[in-house]
């Protein structure tokens, strides 16, 4: 049984720092891609970074390149996303998602599993 479990979200001012933590089981971690997602109220679900299951490619949307780092630890399957400088509309819930396919996917179809996801709030 695959289970994604998110942690580190919370409340924080514009301009402070927030790390995502995604813990996975039941998968051969090494072998699927991993995304983060996110979604506002009233509004979709949106790609946020992806990495592969290599660990050696990264994709970033725009509104949060350079901003925002995506990475993981194999050896405790767990997946990362370290947000810097979060702005008001960085405010949304983060899921993190797997996909066993070799590559990258900016589309949420694309992912086989899915966290329960966690609240991140930032105010101005």
């Known amino acids: 049984q695959v289970k994604l479990v998110e942690s580190g979200g919370g409340t924080v001012q514009a301009g402070d720092s927030l790390r995502l933590s995604c813990a996975a089981s039941?998968?051969?971690?090494?072998?699927?891609?991993m995304g983060w997602f996110r979604q506002a109220p009233g509004k979709e679900r949106d790609f946020v970074a992806a990495?592969?299951?290599?660990?050696?490619?990264?994709y970033y949307a725009d509104s949060v390149l350079g901003r925002f780092t995506i990475s993981e630890d194999n050896a405790k399957n767990t997946v990362y996303l370290q947000m810097n400088s979060l702005k008001p509309e960085d405010t949304a819930v983060y899921y993190c998602?797997?996909?066993?396919?070799?590559?990258?996917?900016?589309?949420?179809?694309?992912?086989?599993?899915w966290g329960q996801g966690t609240q991140v709030t930032v105010s101005s």
């Open positions: 998602a797997a996909r066993a396919l070799w590559g990258l996917s900016t589309k949420k179809d694309e992912y086989d599993y």
């Open positions: 039941g998968l051969t971690f090494s072998r699927y891609g």
């Open positions: 990495i592969s299951w290599s660990g050696g490619n990264t």
